[in-house]
C-alpha cells in the first residue's frame, strides 16, 4: 500500500531564515506531487505541482520555491522566511490513471514564523 | 478556472441523526471531478467520496452518500447515522480533466459538531 510522509511535523522559524519542508512517498512510482497551504481555518491553496523528476509547476507567485530531486521526493523551500509564510503545509500525490487522478494527502507540516 | 463555494461554515447533528453539507461549484472545464474531504482534529486530509462528472449516478461510500446536480452545479455530501468520530471540517473540492487536470481548487469548509 502506498504511504506518505512529511517532516518536520511542526517547525517555528524567525523571519529571515531559510526553510527546507520534505515529502517522500512510497508504495508507488512516478507519482504527481503537489503542496499545498491551509491558513488558520481556511480551505488548502495549491502551491506547486510535479509530474516527474525536476518537473515544478508554480500556481502562486510567492517567497516559495520546491524541488523534486528524486521520483518520490519533494521538497519546498525559501531562502528567507516571511510572517505571511506561517501555516499548516500538506504534500499530496496522485496517480494518473484513465478515469482521472484522486489525490491523498501527508500528515502536514504546521510552520510558525515569528 | 474553478470555484468552490460552501455556505455553511458550521453545521451540528446528533449521533445517529442524517445531516447534509452543501457544496455550489462552477467550471470551466467540460469534464471534471468532484470531491469531499474530511480533516480531523489532527489535520490530516483524508478522502470520503469522489464523484465522476460524467456519470449520472451519485457515488455512495457506506454511510455517506452525494446528491450530484450537475445542471444546478450543485454537489451535497449526505452523512447517515452521523458517528462521533465524523466531527471535523468538511471540505468540498474540484479539478478538471483538461487545462486544471489534477490541481483542486477548495472550499472554505464546514465545520461538523456531532452531539452525543
Known amino acids: 500500500s502506498q504511504t506518505i510522509h512529511q517532516w518536520p511535523a511542526t517547525l517555528v522559524q524567525p523571519v529571515g531564515s531559510p526553510l527546507s519542508l520534505e515529502c517522500t512517498v512510497e508504495g508507488t512510482s512516478n507519482p504527481n506531487l503537489y503542496w499545498y497551504r491551509q491558513a488558520a481555518g481556511r480551505g488548502l491553496q495549491l502551491l506547486f505541482y510535479?509530474?516527474?523528476?525536476?518537473?515544478i509547476s508554480s500556481e502562486v507567485p510567492q517567497n516559495l520555491s520546491a524541488s523534486r530531486p528524486q521520483d518520490r521526493q519533494f521538497i519546498l523551500s525559501s531562502k528567507k522566511l516571511l510572517l505571511s509564510d506561517s501555516g499548516f503545509y500538506l504534500c499530496?500525490?496522485?496517480?494518473?490513471?484513465?478515469?482521472?487522478?484522486?489525490?491523498?494527502f501527508g500528515p502536514g507540516t504546521r510552520l510558525t514564523v515569528l | 478556472a474553478q470555484t468552490v463555494t460552501q455556505s455553511q461554515p458550521e453545521m451540528s447533528v446528533q449521533e445517529a441523526e442524517t445531516v447534509t453539507l452543501s457544496c455550489t461549484y462552477d467550471?470551466?472545464?467540460?469534464?471534471?471531478?468532484l470531491f469531499w474531504y474530511k480533516q480531523p482534529p489532527s489535520r490530516q486530509m483524508i478522502l470520503v467520496i469522489r464523484?465522476?462528472?460524467?456519470?449520472?449516478q451519485n457515488a455512495t461510500e457506506n454511510r455517506f452518500s452525494v446528491n450530484f446536480q450537475k445542471a444546478a452545479k450543485s454537489f451535497s455530501l449526505k452523512i447517515s447515522d452521523s458517528q462521533l468520530g465524523d466531527a471535523a471540517m468538511y471540505f468540498c473540492?474540484?479539478?478538471?480533466?483538461?487545462?486544471?487536470?489534477?490541481?483542486?481548487?477548495f472550499g472554505q469548509g464546514t465545520i461538523l459538531t456531532v452531539h452525543p
Open positions: 464523484q465522476e462528472a460524467y456519470k449520472q
Open positions: 499530496a500525490w496522485s496517480v494518473r490513471v484513465a478515469g482521472g487522478d484522486t489525490q491523498y
Open positions: 473540492a474540484s479539478s478538471g480533466r483538461g487545462t486544471s487536470y489534477g490541481k483542486l481548487t
Open positions: 467550471t470551466s472545464e467540460s469534464d471534471y471531478y
Open positions: 510535479s509530474v516527474g523528476i525536476g518537473q
